[in-house]
C-alpha cells in the first residue's frame, strides 16, 4: 500500500464494496457530506471526475452516477469544458426553478418578490411536525416570514414562510430586502443552507383575509393554496411555506422530468 491510498484510508474516504448499498449511494453520500461541511462551496468547482475516483477508489463509472444525481437535482452544475461545480441559488435559472405558476397562455415569468414583514413566533403542532422537530420544540424559536409575488407588478401569490431560528440566526426583514436575491440564495449564501428538494401539496380554499386584500377579491372568494416543504441535504426539512395564489389569470404547472 504506498502513501497516497494510506491517507485516502486514513481520511476515510474508502467506501466498502461489500455493502448493501450500491458504490455511487455511499459516494453520493460522501458527497453530501462534504457540501455539508463547506469543503465545496456554493461556486466552488469539484475535482474532476478521475481525482474523485482516485480519492474514494472507485471507478469513473461510479463517479458520474453519483454526480449525475446531483446534476439532476441542480445542486451541481456541469460546465462544459469548465468541469462540475456547486450551484450558486443566485444564477437567473436556478432563482425560481420551484416555481411552478404561469400565465394562462402557458407563458412563464420570473415573479418579483416583496418581504412584507419577518417575525419571531413560537411553532404550533402542525409545524413541528413538518419541520420533524420535537413537539417540546413549539418553545423554540420559528421565523415567520411574509411574502408577496408579483409578476409584471400584479400580485398573484400571498405566502406565509416558516423557518427554524436555529438555522437561521440572525435572519431580518432588513437583511432581506437589502441583499436584493431570492430568499433561497439568501439561505444558501448567508447561512449555509441549500435546498435540494420540495414537496407540494394543493388545496382548493376560502381566501384569508391578507391575500383577498392583497389581490382585491371580495372576501371568501376561492383561491388555490399551496403547501410546500423545502428539504436541504440528508432529507432535513428546513421551510414551511404556505401560499395562497390568485388563478384569474394564472395557473399551476409542474413539468417533471430532466431536461424539462
Partial sequence: MDSTERTIQKAGYRLDPTASDPLYKQLRREIVKS??????????????????????????STVRSAIGEFVATKVLTRRQGKGTFVSLHNEQRYNYQFFHIVRNDG??????????????A????????????PRRARLHGIFRIQQILRVSEIPI????????????????????RSSGEALYAIYQRHFGVNIIRTWTELSGVIANARAARTFGLPKNAPLLQSRRVAFTF???????????????????????????
Avoid at 412563464?108 to 416583496?114: A, T, W, Y
Fill in 35 to 60: 457540501l455539508t461541511r463547506g469543503e465545496w462551496n456554493p461556486g466552488d468547482k469539484l475535482p474532476s471526475e478521475s481525482e474523485l475516483a482516485r480519492r474514494y477508489q472507485v471507478g469513473i
Fill in 107 to 120: 407563458a412563464k415569468e420570473l415573479p418579483r418578490s416583496e418581504i412584507v414583514s419577518v417575525r419571531r
Fill in 122 to 133: 413560537t411553532a404550533d403542532e402542525e409545524i413541528c411536525d413538518l419541520l420533524r422537530l
Fill in 157 to 176: 401569490v400571498v405566502s406565509d414562510i416558516v423557518i427554524p431560528e436555529a438555522l437561521f440566526q440572525g435572519m431580518t426583514g432588513k437583511a432581506i
Fill in 234 to 260: 440528508d432529507d432535513l426539512p428546513v421551510e414551511v411555506r404556505f401560499s395562497q395564489i390568485d388563478t384569474r389569470n394564472y395557473h399551476f404547472r409542474l413539468v417533471e422530468g430532466h431536461g424539462t
